[in-house]
């Protein structure tokens, strides 16, 4: 009697899904933002895990796992195996042999296969804010305008005119309130 080796499909919609995505034919960590040049800025890492898969009747080992991996950047993947004989008492998760996808999973009535994707970090910019507008944080203390933001040093105060002042010049009254300022350097009047 031949032996003869079949595939059996992995649904990769189906299946858990933890940090990845499924689309566009691939499994993708979840995009949570851009940076400065467009370029995705994934999580960390993530992990898919079939459904059950029905051995018994279809084969009698359950040999190697043959892929087709395209990774982007600068990513890597890893690829574990499970057997149960009840679907209740799993195997633990063993890691398959990269060469030749042989697996080293004892051969059961059910398998499962888990892929677990890793992002390495790379460096990137992110812009958090330009500063151009003007007053756009309403604090008080802080200058934001000018593509900066800085602590505010220059403060304009409105005097009221003095009506009773009899003297050569005017006379303007403001109040400042000390506890705002841990020094006055300088009080210039224009």
Known sequence: MATQEIGITLDFPKGSFDNLIFTNNTLQLIEETKDDAGNGVYRDSGSWVSEVIFIKDK?????????????????????????????????????INYTDGSISTPADQYAKVKIEVFAHKTNATFTVDDFNIPDKYSNPFLNSSDGVLELKNLYRLVGEKEINWNDTGKLFIT???????????????V
């Open 59 to 95: 084969v009698t080992s359950f040999k190697r796992i043959s892929r087709n991996v395209a990774i982007k950047g600068s990513g890597s993947y890893k690829i574990y195996t499970s057997s149960s004989p009840d679907q209740l008492n799993w195997t633990p998760w063993t890691e």
């Open 175 to 189: 109040k400042i309130n000390k506890s705002y300022f841990k020094a006055i350097n300088k009080i210039e009047v």
